[in-house]
């Protein structure tokens, strides 16, 4: 059952990197898709995923969001090992407070938000415009950052300055 998770956290994670590729992205990926001339039907293909449910209803621009196990134990990151991060200066549902110079160094999450079908009984995903009108991805209605150049899974933004923190989960996000 373990292996059937990480295969599927494999293919989501690759399924992000594809829409990334495609012009889908949440602004914050510090992952590329390598330029390979492939189409995402024959991405998906290599990948082991038949072309029919390449983006199995993943549109481009979409975020997949998920259950990761961290140094901290189970937080939530985007599909590509990226950890997320709340902003102790936000307010549920407002504009986002991390502007200007805060947002070069922490990256607003964007793009529509999807729940990795790997993980179970999160919270509320939604999104909040920011100062220019765009569209930042929430957790439970608190906006979502990365931390800029950090490397996947890691949780090192945690705690910095007293105000980003990442979304703590349980091992019982996990489905399966």
């Given amino acids: 059952m373990r292996k059937n998770r990480w295969a599927a956290t494999a293919?989501?994670?690759g399924v992000a990197l594809l829409l990334t590729a495609c012009g889908g992205s949440s602004?914050?990926?510090?992952a590329s898709a390598p330029a390979t001339g492939q189409s995402a039907g024959q991405a998906a293909?290599?990948?082991g995923t038949p072309s029919g449910a390449a983006l199995g209803g993943i549109t481009p621009g979409s975020t997949v969001l998920m259950v990761q196990k961290s140094d901290l134990g189970y937080v939530l990151a985007e599909a590509n090992g990226q950890v997320v991060y709340t902003y102790?200066?936000?307010s549920k549902g407002a504009s986002p407070a991390c502007t200007g110079s805060c947002a070069s160094d922490w990256k607003p999450v964007t793009g529509k938000?999807?729940?990795s079908t790997a993980s179970t009984g999160l919270g509320t995903l939604g999104t909040v415009a920011d100062a220019s009108g765009a569209k930042q991805i929430t957790y439970n209605g608190m906006p979502l950052y990365?931390?800029?150049g950090a490397k996947v899974f890691s949780t090192t933004g945690e705690g910095a300055g007293g105000l980003w923190?990442?979304?703590k989960l349980?091992?019982?996000n996990l489905a399966g």
């Fill in 88 to 90: 102790t200066k936000d």
């Fill in 146 to 148: 990365t931390h800029a």
């Fill in 11 to 13: 293919g989501l994670a």
């Fill in 45 to 47: 293909q290599a990948a």
């Fill in 113 to 115: 938000p999807l729940a």
């Fill in 27 to 30: 602004g914050s990926s510090s």
């Fill in 165 to 167: 923190h990442v979304v």
């Fill in 170 to 172: 349980s091992a019982s």
